[in-house]
């Protein structure tokens, strides 16, 4: 099934991963609206972007502009953005502290069907 109509926004500093999480993202079928290395990217490319992506998946721990200013940040602009923490961090503080920064969820890194089934959700 394809999920075109579904955009994604993704930060994620390690640039491996990055281009490899787009990929998949698109090989599930979702659209990819940007991809960046930090948080503070992120918010330049939505300023200027024409259209605004339905979700954006945050990795937390990221140089310049990590997840949770990154979350803030997005809530105080653009409130009907969904957001997902997308991170190794498990540690339920940082969690927790995503969550408050607007994160709709988290979802560990390495778990694509349950990222899929997360966007699908919220966005579907």
């Avoid at 926004?9 to 991963?17: C, F, G, L």
Wanted: aromatic share 4%; charged share 15%; proline share 3%.
């Amino acid at each position: 099934m394809k999920y075109e109509h579904i955009s994604v926004a993704v930060a994620e500093d390690h640039a491996i991963y990055r281009t490899e999480l787009c990929a998949i993202l698109r090989c599930i079928g979702f659209s990819i609206h940007t991809a960046a290395e930090h948080g503070a990217v992120l918010l330049a490319q939505l300023q200027q972007a024409a259209t605004l992506p339905h979700i954006c998946l945050l990795d937390i721990n990221m140089p310049i502009m990590d997840g949770i200013a990154t979350a803030k940040a997005i809530r105080q602009q653009w409130t009907q953005i969904k957001l997902i923490a997308h991170s190794m961090n498990a540690e339920p503080a940082t969690i927790a502290a995503m969550l408050q920064a607007g994160a709709d969820a988290y979802i560990p890194k390495g778990n694509i069907i349950e990222l899929r089934n997360k966007i699908i959700a919220l966005c579907g």
